[in-house]
């Protein structure tokens, strides 16, 4: 019988198993279609229409900045 201070069961009890879907990998399919929405559907005011294209490119950005963060972060462990 093994010793409970075997590494291999303190590792399968530390891993958890992941079924779903990385949501957070899921979320330029909802920038994609948004952005030309916002410039098609703001037509007739453009100061929003700028402001609001700007502020989700911008969001975008920072949640792949944050992605890649997140990955080097991982990788450097």
Known sequence: MASSSDPSI???GVRKQNNGPPFKFLVPLVYAPVLPLIRIS??????????????VLAG????GFYLVTDLYDIESK
């Open 42 to 55: 703001l037509r007739r005011n453009p100061v929003v229409r700028d402001r609001l294209f700007m502020a």
């Open 10 to 12: 303190r590792e399968a």
């Open 60 to 63: 975008a950005f920072a949640h």
